[in-house]
């Protein structure tokens, strides 16, 4: 009797072993399968950090386009910085400010089944920085100021929900249900997994901070070869000679983001 419970406890032991290796293997296959996903941008070579002015220098919102105004030159001669940009919301980290819209002319969903569109304000050379192709349209450049006329960029996914099978450029819309100005759209950008690898790229806008600041913004440097965070010790000396003040919080690679992701 002993022998044979004995042999029982081996044969489960081997298939309770067995189940554990297969259910390892589809454990890691499918965290293979998320990792090559196309995330919408390039993470290798980026670093970020965050930067939130605060305090009477940067009451108002001149102040606050006029720092990241001033910052984006600076750090974009740095050696081995290839390009800039600003973001407020950090693709699969930071997000939450969504909302519903308006469409000129009327909406083609019911009104028990609006998109939530989220948004992101956007500087400097944002879209070339994390390598988000625009497919339609262009970026924001010079002309898009304060008191020009308000523009917006959409991902893919967005501009065909607002406006299936059609150009969207130069379409307008609302940005919520009360507003009574309107916004024009001039690109569309390649969609982005801004919640994760494992989730669907949401319905996104983009908005220039130059024509509509936003305080807190994490900046993103791409550099040349090697550790992207070398240059983060000259990226501090050049804040520091704007605001000595200003710390620069939560620095961290592109990569590791997106691993944080999975």
Same mark, same amino acid.
Do not use: C
């Given at each position: 009797?002993?022998?044979?419970?004995?042999?029982?406890?081996?044969?489960?032991?081997?298939?309770?072993?067995?189940?554990?290796?297969?259910?390892?293997?589809?454990?890691?296959?499918?965290?293979?399968?998320?990792?090559?996903?196309?995330?919408?941008?390039?993470?290798? +070579?980026?670093?970020?950090?965050?930067?939130?002015?605060?305090?009477?220098?940067?009451?108002?919102?001149?102040? #606050?386009?006029?720092?990241?105004?001033?910052?984006?030159?600076?750090?974009?001669?740095?050696? +081995?910085?290839?390009?800039?940009?600003?973001?407020?919301?950090?693709?699969?980290?930071?997000?939450?400010?969504?909302?519903?819209?308006?469409?000129?002319?009327?909406?083609?969903?019911?009104?028990?089944?609006?998109?939530?569109?989220?948004?992101?304000?956007?500087?400097?050379?944002?879209?070339?920085?994390?390598?988000?192709?625009?497919?339609?349209?262009?970026?924001?450049?010079?002309?898009?100021?304060?008191?020009?006329?308000?523009?917006?960029?959409?991902?893919?996914?967005?501009?065909?929900?607002?406006?299936?099978?059609?150009?969207?450029?130069?379409?307008?819309?609302?940005?919520?249900?009360?507003?009574?100005?309107?916004?024009?759209?001039?690109?569309?950008?390649?969609?982005?997994?801004?919640?994760?690898?494992?989730?669907?790229?949401?319905?996104?806008?983009?908005?220039?901070?130059? #024509?509509?600041?936003?305080?807190?913004?994490?900046?993103?440097?791409?550099?040349? %070869? %090697?550790?992207?965070?070398?240059?983060?010790?000259?990226?501090?000396?050049?804040?520091?000679?704007?605001?000595?003040?200003?710390?620069?919080?939560?620095? #961290?690679?592109?990569?590791?983001?997106?691993?944080?992701?999975?």
């Amino acid at each position: 009797g002993g022998r044979r419970f004995g042999n029982s406890l081996v044969v489960i032991e081997i298939a309770l072993a067995f189940t554990l290796l297969v259910g390892a293997g589809l454990l890691v296959k499918n965290l293979l399968a998320l990792q090559a996903r196309d995330t919408g941008f390039v993470s290798e +070579g980026l670093v970020t950090f965050d930067l939130a002015p605060t305090g009477p220098r940067y009451a108002t919102s001149v102040a #606050q386009r006029e720092f990241f105004r001033d910052l984006a030159p600076k750090l974009a001669t740095l050696p +081995g910085v290839t390009s800039v940009g600003f973001t407020s919301h950090l693709p699969m980290q930071d997000f939450g400010w969504n909302g519903e819209v308006r469409l000129e002319g009327g909406n083609p969903w019911p009104a028990d089944a609006a998109p939530l569109v989220e948004r992101m304000w956007i500087g400097a050379d944002y879209f070339k920085t994390m390598r988000t192709d625009i497919v339609r349209g262009r970026a924001f450049d010079d002309r898009d100021r304060d008191g020009a006329p308000f523009v917006v960029i959409l991902s893919e996914r967005t501009a065909e929900k607002f406006w299936p099978g059609q150009n969207p450029i130069g379409r307008r819309f609302f940005r919520n249900a009360s507003t009574n100005s309107p916004v024009e759209v001039i690109g569309v950008a390649r969609d982005v997994r801004t919640f994760g690898l494992a989730r669907t790229s949401p319905y996104l806008m983009y908005i220039s901070i130059n #024509q509509e600041s936003f305080r807190a913004m994490t900046v993103v440097l791409r550099s040349q %070869g %090697g550790d992207p965070t070398t240059v983060i010790p000259a990226a501090r000396k050049v804040v520091a000679s704007i605001d000595p003040l200003l710390p620069m919080a939560r620095l #961290q690679t592109m990569t590791d983001v997106v691993g944080r992701s999975v």
